[in-house]
Nanobody, 132 residues
């Protein structure tokens, strides 16, 4: 498993933007590996839901219908010690308010269909608030 650290959450008005980042590192991290990395979000009393996923190293990107056209990954940045990905969120809506979690697993041929239970590594979360 790798370690994940998210940042970039905050409070914005409807229509605003935020950029979340997820840094993947740790003793299990390898610059030569590809990962399926996903962003999930959760509000109190609801299940954690996936909103976007990416296969690193130039692979495909996937977006939930609720965020398609508003959320976008930047290309991953690999270094010897860590992998960084950004999720640009634009035109934020009150329904986007949640705790956002980054999750990752080594890519083994599947990414789009992976569910919450398939990810072994999770970050601590970053809070996104959208209100006027």
């Amino acid at each position: 498993q790798v370690q994940l650290v998210e940042s970039g959450g905050g409070s914005v008005q409807p229509g605003g933007s935020l950029r979340l980042s997820c840094v993947v590192s740790g003793s299990s991290y390898s610059r030569s590996s590809r990962y399926c990395l996903a962003w999930f979000r959760q509000t109190p009393g609801k299940e954690r839901e996936r909103v976007a996923a990416i296969i690193t190293g130039g692979g495909s990107m996937f977006y939930d219908d609720s965020v398609g056209g508003r959320f976008a990954f930047s290309r991953d940045i690999y270094t010897e010690n860590a992998l960084t990905l950004y999720l640009q969120m634009t035109n934020l809506k009150p329904d986007d308010a949640a705790m956002y979690y980054c999750a990752a697993r080594e890519y083994r041929g599947k990414c789009r269909t992976l569910g919450r239970a398939d990810y072994g590594s999770w970050g601590q979360g970053t809070q996104v608030t959208v209100s006027s």
